[in-house]
DNA sequence: TAGATTGTTAATCGATTAACAATC
DNA sequence: TAGATTGTTAATCGATTAACAATC
């Protein structure tokens, strides 16, 4: 069982390991990834022992199997597919966002209740009107959503989300979901990371103290 | 000095704090915050105690003074100004989203170097040619840059932001930066977030554990 | 071989949680 | 007063780091 702290390095190491082998390096060392990434060499290793890819003494980690493994134990070997509620700038940003088939997310289906919207297409994509979401989750088997709503309606629309037998949530709206303990939650709340960067900006002006970046 | 974790669970509590003081509540306990952000009332307490508020026992906490005292200690009572660099998809949402407003972050320039995009205007701001970065930085002594390019460029960006006087950056190319420490780097990394809930759905079709949400 | 690097066990560090006295 | 709630000290838990043997 992977601990989350070294989960959320795996996107880190993935993104320089695939660098690396670009550039035409098979072989890479702890001690090299550590140093770009600003991380220990030691916890490059535990961390690298999570996926199960040994390396060898003196030369370090064969980067393509490392590559897999870390693809593999995310679950980003094989495409999942996923809706996308909200087609406001942000909902669009990520709906036209490119950078998701390498993580083996497939946005299929866009949804807003704006009559405005429904029918545009961001990219590929159709707007959908909301109150097609349940249809559609049920017909394409659909259990990741992701939302990209206002605060004042995401709790509401979560519970119909979770009704209609979604089973992950990706929550871009700045609200704390209260949900029943089996459905995954996982926020990217702008607020959050904003307050992590104001209050080290606040300590610097402060105590003067250096900044202890960390990939948080 | 306020840890991390307790920084990155302020934006909650600030967030429920407005929700009861527009309901009309003057006074909250931590029980209660603990309820509903699915936390525990002990931790609640010890946030709160960073904050410098005191609560009254059988009572709680008067909700105003909590707030000030949040917002006065991640630095969001006074507004700071920041650029913007990237003009995309993801750079004009995050040039219109309103709600930067209560966290004290003002946008005040939006910078591109694609030709097509400078001098449009996006909401009431006009894109900027990046050749102009320099001057501009001096000019309104700004100290905080946030960052939505690709990331095939985003090394050399930060690094050409960093002589240019900025202090601080908001990083949400995926990549990761590799800047002098007393530089404050935060990164909003979708792929990082999407990897937790990745893990949470793999961990769940494997051992079928329940999610253990938190405010990660 | 010598030395760089891996992998693991033990020590450290920091945050969360438990226990309980203090208080209105 | 009784009881709910606060605040603090100590215990626990988990992740990082240090130390060091194993290996190519």
Chains 1, 2 share one sequence.
């Not at 996107?11 to 001690?31: C, D, H």
Request: hydrophobic content about 45%; overall charge neutral.
């Amino acid at each position: 069982m992977i601990s989350i702290p070294t989960i959320k390095r795996f996107p880190s190491y993935l993104r320089l390991l695939q660098y690396y082998k670009e550039k035409g390096f098979s072989w890479i060392s702890a001690t090299t990834l550590a140093e770009d990434l600003g991380l220990t060499a030691v916890q490059v290793r535990k961390d690298m022992a999570g996926t199960g890819v040994e390396g060898k003494p003196k030369v370090g980690f064969e980067i393509a199997p490392l590559i897999d493994a870390i693809m593999q134990n995310l679950g980003w070997d094989q495409p999942t597919d996923a809706i996308l509620v909200g087609a406001g700038h942000l909902g669009g940003a990520l709906a036209r966002y490119e950078g998701f088939a390498s993580y083996g997310l497939r946005i299929i289906a866009v949804f807003d209740n704006d009559p405005v919207k429904i029918g545009m297409k961001i990219g590929t994509i159709t707007v959908l009107p909301m109150k097609e979401l349940r249809q559609y989750i049920d017909e394409h088997s659909v259990h990741i959503a992701v939302m990209a709503v206002p605060a004042a309606t995401a709790q509401e629309l979560a519970e119909d989300l979770v009704s209609f037998g979604i089973k992950a949530i990706w929550n871009f709206a700045p609200k704390d979901l209260k949900l029943p303990a089996y459905v995954i939650v996982q926020r990217t709340d702008l607020a959050t990371s904003f307050a992590v960067l104001s209050a080290k900006c606040k300590q610097l002006l402060s105590c003067g103290q250096s900044a202890k970046n960390e990939l948080v």
